[in-house]
C-alpha cells in the first residue's frame, strides 16, 4: 500500500472548518484514501473514503486532487467532539478483506 | 450500522498468567478479523489476520505462540495473550469489514495491563 504523510499536529476553533491534508505521491491507480479518526482510549472511526471523486457524507468532506497525489479531509465546523488523531490511509479495495496500514496521523485539537 | 463488539474493555492481571480477549461482529458476519496493538502514543500496529476456519496469518515480528488466534464462527475471533508479561501491556484492538470492499468497523479496544 501506499505510504501517506500527514502534519503531526494542527489546531482548529470550535465553528470554524478543520482541512486536514494527506500526500500520498506514490499513490496507485486502483488504490483508495481512507479516513480514520481515533479518539483517545477508543478504536478507530471511519469516517470517509473515495478513489478519485471528491466525496461527502454526513461526517466530512473529502477532495482528491486531479492527479491523485494528496488529498483533503474537510470537518465543516469542527467541534470539541472532533478532536482526535486523524489518520489518512491508501489501500487496494479489491476482492477480500485488505488489511489497513496506519501511519502516525494528525492529532487535530479543536479549541473554544 | 455495522456494529464490532470487544471484551473485556479492561483487564488487569499478574505476569504469567493468560488472557483472552474477544472480538464480535454484532449484526454481520465476518470471515476475516484483524487484530491490531496500540502502544501510548503511538499508532496501530497489525498484528495478525484472523480467518474464519483456517490459521491466522501474523505480521513479521510476532509470535504465533504468544499471541493465539481463534475464530471458530462467523461472528467471533479470539486473541489469547499467553505467559502474559509487563511488556505485552497495551491497547489490543480488532476490526471487520461488513463486506468485501466495505470500510472495516473497529472494536473500542482492551487495555490490557500486566502486573
Known amino acids: 500500500d501506499a505510504k501517506t504523510t500527514q502534519p503531526p499536529s494542527m489546531d482548529c476553533a470550535e465553528g470554524r472548518a478543520a482541512n486536514l491534508p494527506c500526500n500520498h505521491s506514490?499513490?496507485?491507480?486502483?488504490?483508495?484514501v481512507y479516513w480514520y479518526r481515533q479518539i483517545h482510549s477508543q478504536g478507530p472511526q471511519y469516517i470517509i473514503h473515495?478513489?478519485?471523486n471528491n466525496e461527502t457524507n454526513e461526517m466530512a468532506s473529502l477532495i482528491i486532487t486531479e492527479d491523485r497525489k494528496s488529498s483533503t479531509l474537510i470537518l465543516p465546523h469542527a467541534t470539541l467532539r472532533d478532536t482526535a488523531v486523524y489518520y489518512c490511509?491508501?489501500?487496494?479495495?479489491?476482492?477480500?478483506?485488505?488489511?489497513?496500514?496506519f501511519g502516525t496521523g494528525t492529532r487535530l485539537q479543536v479549541t473554544l | 450500522g455495522a456494529v464490532v463488539s470487544q471484551h473485556p474493555s479492561w483487564v488487569i492481571c499478574k505476569s504469567g498468567t493468560s488472557v483472552k480477549i474477544e472480538c464480535r461482529s454484532l449484526?454481520?458476519?465476518?470471515?476475516?478479523m484483524f487484530w491490531y496493538r496500540q502502544f501510548p502514543k503511538q499508532s496501530l500496529m497489525l498484528m495478525a489476520t484472523?480467518?474464519?476456519?483456517?490459521?491466522?496469518?501474523?505480521e513479521q515480528g510476532v509470535e504465533k505462540d504468544k499471541f493465539l488466534i481463534n475464530h471458530a464462527s462467523l461472528t467471533l475471533s479470539t486473541l489469547t495473550v499467553t505467559s502474559a508479561h509487563p511488556e505485552d501491556s497495551s491497547f489490543y484492538i480488532c476490526?471487520?469489514?461488513?463486506?468485501?470492499?466495505?470500510?472495516?468497523?473497529f472494536g473500542d479496544g482492551t487495555r490490557l495491563s500486566i502486573l
Open positions: 473515495g478513489l478519485k
Open positions: 476490526s471487520a469489514p461488513s463486506r468485501i470492499n466495505q470500510p472495516q468497523h
Open positions: 490511509i491508501v489501500r487496494v479495495a479489491t476482492g477480500t478483506a485488505s488489511k489497513l496500514t
Open positions: 484472523s480467518n474464519e476456519g483456517s490459521k491466522a496469518t501474523y
Open positions: 506514490t499513490i496507485s491507480g486502483n488504490e483508495y
Open positions: 449484526d454481520f458476519q465476518a470471515t476475516t
